[in-house]
Every structure is written in C-alpha cells, then in structure tokens.
C-alpha cells in the first residue's frame, strides 16, 4: 500500500510524530487517521481549506467505485469547462501528453503557455539546476503534476512531491511513471509539512511561495528547516521587486498590496534576511530575467517573440555568473540556503 522507505520520513502534520499502517489508513501516535488513496497518502490538517477537503472526499467515494475519470478530474476541483476540456482530451487520444498537464499548462507553468493549452506533444521539463543526486530524497513544494519532480529525477535525485490537491498529484503519479521516473507522492500542506525532523537531502520549491503572504511564507521554511538533515540544502525560486516585470506588474496595480494568490514581490534584502534567519547562510543565483518562469529547456515550444525572450534571459543569466551585480535586476531568483549543522 505504501513504501516503507516512504513511511520512514513521513510524520502527522499536526504534531509531528511517526505514522504507523492500519488497514487503509496511517495513524498517529495520537490517534489521528489519514487515508492512503491510490497509493497517496493524504496528511492534510485538519483546518485545511473546504475545497481541499472536498476534493479528497470526492477522491474516497471515486476511488471506492472504481470511476477513474472523477477520481482523476474531481480530486482538482475543476470547474465546468475544465473538466470538459480535460475529458475531451483523453477521450481523443491525440497526444502522448496526460490530458490534465494538456489542458492545464498555462495554469501550472505561466501564461507563456497559453499557446499550449491542449496542443502539447511532449512534455514541457525544466533542467534541473542541482546534479549528482545519488539517490537523495529532494521535496518539491506544491508539485502540482510533477514537472520538477521529474527534472531532479533525471539528474539522480529522489523526489518526493508534496501538494494539497489530490489529483494533481494522480496526474503526477502517471506523468513521473510514463516517463520512467521513480517518485513518491504525498498529498499535505507545505505550512504544515508532514515530514519527520532531518529526514530531507533538498528542499525545493518554484512558482509557489510567491503566492504566499511573508507570514506564511515563513511557516513553510520553518517546517522546512525542521525537516531539512543538518547541512542539507535548499533551493527555492521567488520573484523581485528590482526586476522589470515585478516593477512593471505593481505599477499596473498602482503598487497597492498584493492579496489572495497574487504574487507577492520580494527585495532581496528581504529574501536574504528571512532565508538567513529560518534556514542558514544564503545566497542567490538568477532564474530569469523578463518575467518569471522562462525555461530555457521550453524554447522549441514557443513562438519566435517568446524564443528571443529566454535567449535574452538567458545571456543575462550567463553574464550574472561572471559580473555578480547584474543578479539585483533579474525578475526571478533561486535563495540558496544551508541549514546550519
């Protein structure tokens, strides 16, 4: 039902004690029962938000009468148009590509990806920017259908994918096997990570914590720490304020506070202070420049104005490594951190 190696790092996300298996169900230590559906183990807290919930409950009752299409479609907590873009694409059989990362790409990967919405042909995976990983268990927070999961994988690693929906996590679990990748799924909160203390190699995240207000933000990177082995690393994407898009993209909002899912534009003082502080010693490197999610892997999917793009960026990239200042102007960075031994 579950991988014991897995077993072994995962803890109860409200008080951070092991998990024992009975029956289709982890236990806590106190009592506390989490359900295993599909192989995923949900460790979702109990003040987890109600379309969350839903969408496990409606998992439970999909998996239990075997209807693959709602345990796929209703565990995302699609709307309408979603779900029928999504069953259409699977009804087809036109790409190899999963109908949910088809139909969904814009969504998970930025809106460079419009173009993309049920065109894909092959699958849009990032380099990874950490090598030689011998097997070391990586955490990707907020994985959603596992693109990065499946890029540190190629390099050695072995992911670990934590996301608070369900079927993000089912399209995961099918991406990461098609592709022949060895990869574990939870399905938890990444502000109430439900991982034992020193368990984790890496610490990874992109396109996530810029969503968060700094309050959470900082209850991740705690759990995080928490979780991280001593002298363990971490690598973790945020946007700017110095670079272009940030500044144009709060001038267009007349600079007022961001709210909800909008992205939140970090200084890099700001950045250092914080990472500094709740993980370790921390330094940046650039990401991108001109937006935030250019990959420069992604180039043959994109128009001609696109290409230019990440060429631009990515010279810009290459000239940060020799002339370190031109880092304050990139638009996305990574923080790398150490947590102290």
């Given amino acids: 039902m579950i991988d014991p190696a897995l077993l072994d790092l995962l803890a109860c996300p409200m008080d951070g004690s092991p998990l024992r298996v009975e029956g289709d169900h982890l236990v806590s230590t106190e009592g506390t029962q989490y359900p295993v559906i599909n192989g995923v183990p949900v460790l979702l807290p109990p003040d987890a938000s109600r379309d969350t919930l839903a969408c496990v409950h409606a998992s439970r009752a999909a998996a239990a009468s075997g209807r693959e299409d709602a345990l796929y479609i209703d565990a995302l907590g699609c709307n309408g148009e979603e779900r029928q873009g999504i069953l259409k694409l699977a009804a087809s059989g036109s790409s190899k590509v999963d109908p949910v990362v088809n ?134 994407q945020m946007p700017t304020r110095a670079g272009l898009k940030g500044w144009l993209h709060r001038a267009r909002h007349g600079f007022k506070e961001p709210s909800g899912f909008e992205v939140r534009y970090w200084t890099q003082g700001q950045l250092k202070e914080t990472f500094v502080r709740l993980i370790g010693p921390s330094h940046f490197s650039v990401d991108c420049f001109f937006g935030i999610g250019l990959q420069a892997a992604d180039a043959p999917l994109m128009p001609l104005p696109f290409k230019a793009a990440i060429a631009a960026s990515e010279g810009l990239r290459r000239l940060s490594q020799w002339l370190p200042p031109v880092t304050w102007a990139a638009d996305s960075v990574y923080v790398h951190s150490r947590k102290n031994s």
């Fill in 103 to 236: 139909y969904l790409v814009a969504a998970t990967c930025g809106n460079l990806y419009k173009h993309l919405i049920g065109r894909l042909n092959e699958y849009p995976i990032p380099k990874f920017r950490e090598t030689n990983g011998h097997g070391r268990v990586m955490v990707d927070l907020r994985c959603n259908w596992g693109r990065w999961c499946v890029a540190a994988g190629r390099e050695g690693f072995k992911p670990l994918g934590i996301d608070p929906q369900l079927g993000a996590l089912m399209s995961a679990k099918r991406v990461t096997r098609q592709l022949g990748i060895d990869a574990w799924f939870v399905c938890g909160d990444a502000r109430s990570l439900p991982l034992r203390a020193g368990s984790v190699d890496l610490g990874f995240s992109y396109s996530v914590l810029q969503h968060l207000s700094h309050e959470d933000v900082a209850l991740v990177l705690q759990g995080l720490a928490r979780a991280m082995k001593p002298g363990a690393e971490s690598l973790i």
